[in-house]
């Protein structure tokens, strides 16, 4: 069965405390791995997009990286703004497969 | 300027009701997607479309049913709202072409069935 799973569920950093969400995932067939960033009462908002092992891809102080297995969403000095539900998503065929997200807090 | 849509925002409604979620999007995107999520949990796919006329039912179990008469618009129904419909509804539209553009989602409909 198909499966994307994250951790942690939730992350407290202080302002300027790098750190780093994990997304592991089992799609069959995967053709691209999403990373999404939630704030409350809103639909997700598109990050990245990872096509192959290896890729990696930046915005601001987020970078993205994939591996066979896992997906990781590395976080630079954040923000106060950077505070959100942060979703990974595998892509094979009829839709996306999300997972539950992690919701990040920063605090300064 | 190009988007997505969805009314209303919040809906309070009574047991038994009928009531329609309107989609609506200006990208001329060929596939639209309808998804529920609850809190702390993944969005589950319950309908989705590849273009005029095409319909099909998600990987969740739901008692929905969805239309596609014009590019733009996928309204979702339920003939009969019951507190097991409570949720919040994502709606969701992709290029056919460019799996790699990802999603783009409307704001949702926070639904409440009491």
């Known amino acids: 069965e198909d499966q994307v799973t994250q951790s942690p569920e939730a992350l407290r950093l202080q302002e300027g405390e790098s750190s780093s969400l994990n997304c592991s995932y089992t799609v069959s067939g995967l053709r691209g791995l999403f990373w999404y960033r939630q704030d409350p009462g809103k639909g997700p908002e598109f990050l990245f997009t990872l096509y192959s092992a290896g890729e990696e891809k930046e915005k601001e102080r987020l970078k993205a990286t994939l591996t066979k297995k896992e997906s990781f969403l590395h976080i630079t000095a954040p923000k106060p703004e950077d505070s959100a539900t942060y979703l990974c998503a595998g892509g094979a065929g009829t839709a996306l497969i999300f997972g539950k997200g992690t919701t990040l807090s920063v605090s300064s | 300027e190009a988007d997505i849509y969805q009314t209303p925002r919040y809906l309070v409604i009574g047991t038994g009701k009928k009531i329609t979620l309107e989609c609506s999007q200006t990208?001329?995107?060929?596939?639209m997607y309808w998804y529920q999520q609850d809190p702390g949990m993944e969005l589950h796919l319950i309908h989705y479309s590849y273009g005029v006329n095409s319909t099909e039912k998600g990987d969740l179990s739901s008692e929905s049913t969805v239309s596609r008469i014009r590019t733009e618009h996928f309204p979702l129904t339920l003939e009969s709202a019951r507190p097991s419909h409570t949720s919040q509804y994502l709606c969701a539209s992709s290029d056919f072409t460019a799996l790699g553009g990802g999603y783009t989602f409307g704001s949702g409909t926070r639904l409440t069935v009491v």
């Open positions: 990208m001329g995107h060929d596939k």
